[in-house]
């Protein structure tokens, strides 16, 4: 599974963004959708997940702020930060967790994007 997330960039406190995250690839299915950060020096930590059914999950720092989605007929997840803050600059990575089909079977793929840079300064 091949993930392309877009969206970051440069943004003053109390601002907005949406990231999108598209997959491809051999889908067969892909059950839970995720975004991920990694700021500067601090380890990879989970920001937002949803299922294929919509069940989401936050961490603690978001709730409230931001919203996870996804468009399962286009294979695509959206997080929309809003009131953002300086402490959430970070690289934004998505994740897919698929099924997946090739050379005659099926396989479970936990996929990362490449990542997106989110800066929240003014």
């Known amino acids: 599974v091949q993930l392309q997330a877009s969206g970051g960039g440069l943004v003053q406190p109390g601002g907005s963004l949406r990231l999108p995250c598209a997959a491809s690839?051999?889908?067969?299915?892909?059950?839970?959708l995720g975004w991920y950060r990694q700021a500067l020096e601090k380890q990879r930590e989970l920001v937002a997940t949803?299922?294929?059914?919509?069940?989401?999950n936050y961490a603690d720092s978001v709730k409230g702020r931001w919203t996870i989605s996804r468009d399962n007929a286009k294979n695509t997840v959206y997080l929309q930060l809003n009131s953002l803050q300086p402490e959430d600059t970070a690289v934004y990575y998505c994740?897919?967790?698929?099924?997946?089909?090739?050379?005659?079977?099926?396989?479970?793929?936990?996929?990362w994007g490449q990542g997106t840079l989110v800066t929240v300064s003014s």
């Open positions: 949803i299922t294929r059914a919509g069940r989401t």
């Open positions: 690839g051999s889908i067969v299915s892909i059950d839970t």
């Open positions: 994740n897919a967790k698929a099924v997946t089909y090739g050379s005659g079977r099926y396989s479970s793929e936990n996929s």
